[in-house]
C-alpha cells in the first residue's frame, strides 16, 4: 500500500485502511471534509499566505503540490509517537505507532507555502490524508523561517480519540516501533525515514534518534537487518524535482 497523491485521490488507499481497520471505523465524510476545509481557510490569519507545517512523514512524502519549502521551528508543540498504528505502518495484530504534536516545547520541521488559488484543492488532499480518522486536530500556529514568522497549519494529536496513546514509556515506544507492521510496512522504518531526513536538513532530535538507538538495539538485531538499503536523498531530490515540474 502506497501513500500518494493518486492513491488519495481515487479512493485507493482509503479502500485499503478501511479494509484493514473493520467496517465499524468512524470515517469523515466528503462534505464534513470540505466543511472543514472551508472553516479552517476562513480562519487564515494571513489572506495569502497558507503555509503547512510537516513534523514527519510530510518531510519526506509530502504528496501535496507546493510552492515554496523552507525548514522551520513552530513553539507551543513537540513531536511525540503518541497515536495507535492498526493500519499503514501497524495492523490489529502488530500494532505501531505514529507522530503527532503534543503541547508543549517546540518543534523543528519543514514548512510548505501553498498556492493561494490552490490551496482549497491542496488542503482536501491533505484533510484526506490526516483527517481520515479524525485522530489529528488541526491548529493554526506560526512557523519561524529563516525569512520570518509565517502562519501555518499543522496537525497536534486529538485527545478524545481512540487512537491516543499518552504516556508511554520510552522502552515501550520502541518496543512497538521495532515490532508494529502493516500493508504500508514497518513501522521502524517510519521512524528511520524521519531521523534521517531531519538530519538531512541539519536538524537533530534527540528524542528520536533515542528512540532509533533503542530500536536497533531491540532483540539484539542490527539497523542493516531492519532496514533495506537505499538511496533515500536521491529519493528525495527526484520527489523535490518532481513537485517543482508539477508547480
Not at 87 to 110: Q, T
Request: glycine letters at 8%; hydrophobic letters at 40%.
Amino acid at each position: 500500500m502506497k501513500l500518494t497523491r493518486e492513491s488519495l485521490l481515487d479512493g485507493t488507499f482509503h479502500a485499503a485502511v478501511r479494509s484493514s481497520l473493520g467496517p465499524g471505523v468512524r470515517v469523515v465524510t466528503h462534505a464534513e471534509r470540505a466543511a472543514q476545509v472551508e472553516a479552517f481557510l476562513a480562519r487564515a490569519p494571513r489572506r495569502g499566505r497558507i503555509w503547512v507545517f510537516g513534523f514527519g512523514s510530510l518531510i519526506w512524502n509530502p504528496a501535496f503540490r507546493f510552492v515554496e519549502r523552507r525548514t522551520a521551528r513552530i513553539h507551543g508543540f513537540h513531536r511525540r509517537f503518541c497515536l495507535w498504528a492498526r493500519a499503514g505502518r501497524g495492523s490489529p495484530e502488530r500494532p505501531g505507532l505514529m507522530l503527532s504534536l503534543e503541547p508543549g516545547g517546540s518543534c523543528a520541521g519543514v514548512a510548505y507555502r501553498l498556492a493561494w488559488r490552490a490551496a482549497p484543492i491542496e488542503l482536501d488532499l491533505i484533510w484526506r490524508r490526516e483527517m481520515f480518522t479524525m485522530a489529528y486536530r488541526p491548529v493554526w500556529t506560526t512557523a519561524y523561517t529563516s525569512k520570518g514568522p509565517e502562519p501555518a497549519l499543522a496537525f497536534s494529536a486529538n485527545r478524545q480519540h481512540e487512537r491516543y496513546a499518552p504516556g508511554l514509556a520510552e522502552a515501550e515506544v520502541a518496543r512497538l516501533l521495532a515490532t508494529g507492521s502493516g500493508p504500508m510496512g514497518r513501522c521502524c522504518d517510519y521512524l528511520f525515514d524521519t531521523v534521517e531526513h531531519l538530519r538531512q536538513l541539519g536538524i537533530r532530535d534527540r528524542r528520536l534518534e533515542s528512540l532509533e538507538a533503542r530500536v536497533m538495539a531491540h532483540g539484539a538485531l542490527r539497523r542493516a537487518a531492519l532496514r533495506p538499503a537505499r538511496p533515500p536523498a536521491r529519493a528525495a531530490r527526484a520527489s523535490s524535482r518532481g513537485h517543482r515540474r508539477s508547480r
